[in-house]
């Protein structure tokens, strides 16, 4: 074997993500806000990681700093193996915001080939490779449209498109559920669950929303606000997802864990119920002062 | 567009027009207003008939200052917004001195770029319309330039994509509709300009010449007859405006009617 293709296969067994003590501070007029503090996380190629906790405790910061759009104060970024800054110049991975951030003059096909388009792939590449991503996301009658004919869910549907376009191995996506109506929310984690499972992409997902993370996540992480740090890691042993995952006693049972962990309080089956005591002490010890 | 949606939109103008004229008619010639004051429709109508052929060729003439001036005050105001919009120490030098320029009647510069050229020339009223219709293109522009959602600023450096494919990609065509508000904004600034601008004497060909001229000679009822043809060439270019903002955005389109 080369150096290179071990390099290659390196690469192609490497985790998703690595993060070793991440700290990301943001100085403004006022003073430092630490937005993380000493993150270490690791997620493994097509695992799904849902980011939960309070507003303002740094779930969105994490994600840009995984995405590279942010430079961390501190600590080691790697994705798929490389630094965040090659991995994200060579696509790695594919985005997706709580705005769809989607072109208004362009179709909807046209919008999920910008990614292609920009990085120089040819045309009838590129039309094949859209019109396979609108049969995911089940838009193929809707392909002419432009996104302001579409419903905010459809929007989401091209948005989620859009990053799958260069079939990247991870996926990040910040909060892209949260404007939707509850029904059409459940049909979209359905739907990503699937995508996730037939890409075999990892991904990254930041919700406000507990059964939410719950349906979607192989492992919930719990963060706690100022300085924005990871209490906790919540694994969720459900299975295979249908739509009887959300009746099921299980579901509910990791429902409950993921809350208490967000309480601060100590989670029991997990396996960093040490942070979450510790943590919990020093809560109370805080509350004391 | 079908038929009977036109007649929808185009009904309530006509009707109000005809009752409009109709009143002036009549209270002109009820109350027995003297024509230096107001003169009848109808008069107006016989100036127009009588001198139609002069009046149609000097709103040639100033139609075509209005129109060499537009186009030359679009180009400026474009080139410009895009170098401000691309180094923001220029667009920082550059944006108060147009600020200034807007709020100055631009028309006031006339008299003095008249003393500039020879009294036959057309170059002092087609600068004071090419300013004139830079100001509304340059804002208008370098709004639409400037503005970059901060969701498509991250989007497009998740690509890794250069400044020049983000102005081709976004900038762009984010700033179509704003190029066409400043356009049509433009179009009718450029008619008044090009008509008051020969008020302040220069070549006597336009339709501003003849309405002093005619005004000078207590031709009233002619004068209004060439302020009526300003009317007509003001609206010829604000609907080519409209028409081609239709024409180029479609459905983005913004303007009204
Ligand atoms: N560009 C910035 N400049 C200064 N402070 C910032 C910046 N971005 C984020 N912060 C601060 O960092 C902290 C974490 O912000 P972040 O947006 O990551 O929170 P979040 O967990 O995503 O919150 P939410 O759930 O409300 O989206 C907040 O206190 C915020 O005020
Ligand atoms: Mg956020």
Known sequence: ?289 | MNLRRVGVTLLPPIVFGVLFVGGWQAFVRLEDVRTFVLPAPSDIWHSVTEAHSRIVTAAGHSGLNALVGLLTGVILGVALAALAARLPILGGAVTPVVAALAAMPIVALAPLLNNMYSPLSTLPRREVVALSAFVPVFFNVLRGLSQLAPVHRELMQSYAASQTAVLRVIRIPNALPHFFTGLRIASSLAVIAAVVSEYFGGLQDGLGSRITSSVGASDYPGAWASVLGSVVLGLVFYIAAVLLERLVLGSRATSPV
């Open chain 1, 1 to 289: 074997m080369t150096e290179a293709e071990q390099a290659e296969s390196g690469a192609v067994t490497a985790p998703a993500v690595e993060l070793h003590a991440v700290h990301k501070s943001f100085t403004a007029r006022r003073g430092t806000v630490v937005a993380l503090a000493d993150v270490d996380l690791t997620i493994e190629r097509g695992e799904f990681v849902s980011l939960i906790g309070p507003s303002g405790c740094g779930k969105s910061t994490l994600l840009r700093v995984i995405a590279d759009l942010l430079q961390p104060s501190g600590g080691e970024v790697q994705v798929n193996g490389k630094p965040a800054r090659r991995a994200r110049l060579d696509q790695d991975y594919g985005i997706a915001f709580q705005q769809a951030g989607l072109l208004d003059w362009r179709t909807v096909q046209a919008n999920i080939e910008l990614p292609l388009e920009l990085h120089g792939v040819d045309r009838a590449e590129r039309h094949a490779r859209a019109e396979e991503l609108i049969e995911l996301v089940g838009l193929t009658e809707f392909a002419r449209h432009r996104p302001p004919q579409l419903s905010g869910g459809m929007q989401q549907r091209v948005a989620i498109a859009r990053a799958l376009a260069e079939s990247p191995a991870l996926l990040l996506m910040d909060e892209p559920f949260g404007a939707l109506d509850e029904m059409t929310r459940e049909r979209m984690q359905n739907e990503l669950v699937r995508i996730a499972g037939e890409t075999g992409a990892a991904v990254v997902f930041v919700t406000h929303s507990i059964p939410e993370a719950v349906f979607l996540s192989d492992r919930v992480v719990v963060m706690s606000a100022r300085p924005g740090r990871i209490v906790n890691v919540v694994p969720i042993g459900l299975g295979a997802r249908t739509d009887d995952t959300r009746e099921a006693p299980g579901f509910y049972a990791a429902i409950t864990q993921v809350r208490e962990a967000l309480r601060g309080l100590p989670v029991p089956q997990t396996v960093e119920v040490g942070v979450s005591v510790e943590n919990a002490l020093r809560n109370s010890a805080e509350g004391a002062l």
